[in-house]
C-alpha cells in the first residue's frame, strides 16, 4: 500500500506554454523510434497497469516521450525536476495539460522550490521511482534510516506531517528504482555496499546503449551547444581544457577538437590519461592547464575540481563551465570569496573579477548543456529512454524476486535496443556463418 498525502495537482511556470511543449515534444518523437516501438507494445500490453511512477528526471521533450512512452503502459505519474535549472516550462506545461502527469518543476526554482518538488513528488505515494542523480531516491533513504536532519528543510517538513506508520510504508510500498546517471549509480552502489540500500535499483546508466552513446555523443554535441549558446565563443584556435576523461569527457574532447579547438586533458587517473594522450590530446595537471585554458570544462562527477589555487592563475576572459551532473565541480564558493567583483554580464554568463582578472562562470557551475541549451539530442536520448521504459517494465514484473542491490538490464536488452536503433537507421551488419559460431566456441584450433 502506497502513502498518499495531499499535494497540488502540479506546480509549473505556466499552463498555457502547452501548445508549444506539444509541438516540441512531437518533433523529438521523430527521433525516437525505438522508444515509439515500445510505447506500442506497453499500449497493448499495459505492463504498469495502476502503478504509481514518481520520477526525478531533466524535465526536456526526450524526457516528455517518455512519460508518455509509462503512460500508455498504464501508469499514473508525477515528475519533478532532477535539477533548478533544467526544466523546460512549455514541456511541463504539455504533460499536465495533454497527459495528466502531475508535474513539479520550474525552471530556474530556487533551492528550496526545488526540494518541495521532490518532497511533492514523493508525497504522491509511489510504487516505483525513477532518478537521474540520486536526490529522490537518497531522500528517502534518509527518511528510511531515520536520519532527517540530513534531509532538506522541504522534505524534512513532509516527513515530519507523517505518521510513523506513514514513513514506513512510503518507502515498504516502493518496488525500486531505475538510475539514469553516473554519479546517481556511485551513490547507489554506496548504499549497496553500507547494506542500507531498501530496493532493488536498475542502474540504467550502465547499459551499454546507455553511456556509450549518451554520455559520450550526447554530453559531447550538447556540451558545446550548451557553450556556444550561452557565449557565443569560436572554439576554433582557443585552448580548451577538459577535466574528466571518462564518457562524457571523451565525447567532449573529441568535439571540441573537431571545432577546431587545442583540447587540453586533466585526469586523475593514469588509464584514461594514457588513453587521452594516445588519443592524441595533451594531458598535464590543472595547476599547469589554469594559465593557458579559455575554456575549462569538467566532466568529472567530482567536487571541487576546478579551486581558488586554478582560478587565481587564469587568463583575463577565461570561460569555466561544467557538464558534470551536479554543480559541485566548480568551487564556485571559494570563487566568491576570492573576488572583488561579481556581476551577469549576459544571460547565462557571470563574471568574476579576480587578481584584475575577469573569469566567466557559465549557468551557475549547473550542467551547461540542460541550462544553456536544450540537452541531449532525442536521437540519442531514444536509447536511453528505452532503457529506462524496459527496466520499469522489469521492475514492475520481477522485483519481488530481485536482490535489494544495483542491477543492469540483461545483455540481451541492451543488444535488442542496438538492433532495433541500427533498423530503425536502414544499417544491416553481418551475422556469424555456423562455422565461424562453431570456431568462437572452440578452443583446439590453430593456425
Ligand atoms: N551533462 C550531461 O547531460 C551528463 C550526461 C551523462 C552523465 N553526466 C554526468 O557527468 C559526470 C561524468 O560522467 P561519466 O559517465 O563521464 O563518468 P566516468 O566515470 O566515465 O568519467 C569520469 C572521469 O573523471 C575522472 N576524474 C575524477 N575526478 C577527477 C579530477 N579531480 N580531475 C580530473 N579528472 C577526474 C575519472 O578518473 C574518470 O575518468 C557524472 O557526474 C555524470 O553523472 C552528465
Given at each position: ?56 528526471l531533466h524535465v526536456t ?271 564556485l564558493e571559494a570563487l ?48 536511453s529512454f528505452a532503457n ?60
Amino acid at each position: 500500500m502506497s502513502v498518499q498525502t495531499a499535494v497540488a495537482k502540479y506546480d509549473i511556470k505556466d499552463i498555457a506554454l502547452a501548445d508549444e511543449g506539444k509541438r516540441r515534444t512531437e518533433w523529438a518523437e521523430r527521433s525516437m523510434p525505438v522508444l515509439r516501438q515500445i510505447r506500442a507494445r506497453f499500449a497493448k500490453e499495459q505492463p504498469l497497469k495502476g502503478l504509481r511512477l514518481s520520477a526525478c528526471l531533466h524535465v526536456t521533450t526526450e524526457t516528455a516521450n517518455l512519460m508518455v512512452t509509462l503512460r500508455a503502459a498504464g501508469a499514473d505519474i508525477a515528475l519533478c525536476a532532477s535539477n533548478p535549472l533544467s526544466t523546460q516550462d512549455d514541456v511541463a506545461a504539455h504533460l499536465v495539460r495533454d497527459h495528466g502527469v502531475h508535474v513539479y518543476a520550474i525552471k530556474g526554482e530556487d533551492h528550496d522550490t526545488y526540494y518541495t518538488h521532490i518532497a511533492q513528488a514523493l508525497a504522491f505515494g509511489p510504487d516505483m521511482t525513477q532518478d537521474d542523480g540520486a536526490d529522490l531516491v537518497g531522500a528517502l533513504h534518509m527518511l528510511a534510516l531515520n536520519r532527517l536532519d540530513d534531509l532538506a528543510p522541504p522534505i524534512r517538513r513532509w516527513v515530519e506531517a507523517l505518521s510513523k506508520e506513514e514513513r514506513r510504508a512510503a518507502v515498504a510500498s516502493v518496488k525500486g528504482s531505475t538510475e539514469e546517471t553516473t554519479t546517481g549509480v556511485i551513490r547507489l552502489k554506496a548504499m549497496a555496499k553500507e547494506g542500507v540500500l531498501q530496493f532493488p535499483i536498475v542502474a540504467v546508466n550502465d547499459s551499454s546503449t546507455k553511456h556509450m552513446f549518451d554520455n559520450r555523443y550526447g554530453t559531447g554535441q550538447s556540451t558545446l551547444d550548451g557553450i556556444v549558446r550561452a557565449t557565443n565563443m569560436l572554439l576554433a584556435g582557443s585552448t580548451v581544457v577538459v577535466a574528466g576523461y571518462g564518457w562524457c569527457g571523451r565525447g567532449f574532447a573529441m568535439r571540441a577538437r573537431g571545432a577546431g579547438a587545442n583540447v587540453v586533458v586533466t585526469e586523475i587517473d593514469p588509464l584514461p590519461a594514457l588513453e587521452a594522450r594516445m588519443d592524441g590530446f595533451q594531458v598535464m595537471p590543472m595547476s599547469d592547464a589554469a594559465p593557458i585554458g579559455d575554456l575549462f570544462v569538467t566532466l568529472t562527477g567530482n567536487l571541487h575540481v576546478i579551486r581558488p589555487e586554478h582560478f587565481q592563475t587564469m587568463k583575463d576572459g577565461a570561460i569555466v563551465c561544467n557538464s558534470g551532473h551536479f554543480n559541485v565541480e566548480l568551487d564556485l564558493e571559494a570563487l566568491g570569496r576570492i573576488a572583488s567583483e561579481r556581476r551577469m554580464v549576459r544571460n547565462m554568463v557571470e563574471e568574476y573579477v579576480v587578481n584584475g582578472k575577469r573569469i566567466m562562470v557559465l549557468g551557475d557551475g549547473r550542467l551547461i548543456n540542460l541550462a544553456a541549451a536544450e540537452g541531449h539530442p532525442a536521437s540519442v536520448m531514444d536509447m536511453s529512454f528505452a532503457n529506462q521504459a524496459l527496466a520499469a517494465e522489469l521492475l514492475a514484473k520481477e522485483s519481488g524476486t530481485m536482490a535489494k542491490a544495483v542491477h543492469r538490464l540483461p545483455a540481451a536488452v541492451d543488444q535488442e535496443i542496438a538492433r532495433l536503433k541500427l533498423q530503425s537507421m536502414g544499417i544491416a551488419i553481418d551475422k556469424l556463418t555456423s562455422e565461424q559460431v562453431e570456431y568462437l566456441s572452440s578452443w583446439d584450433a590453430g593456425t
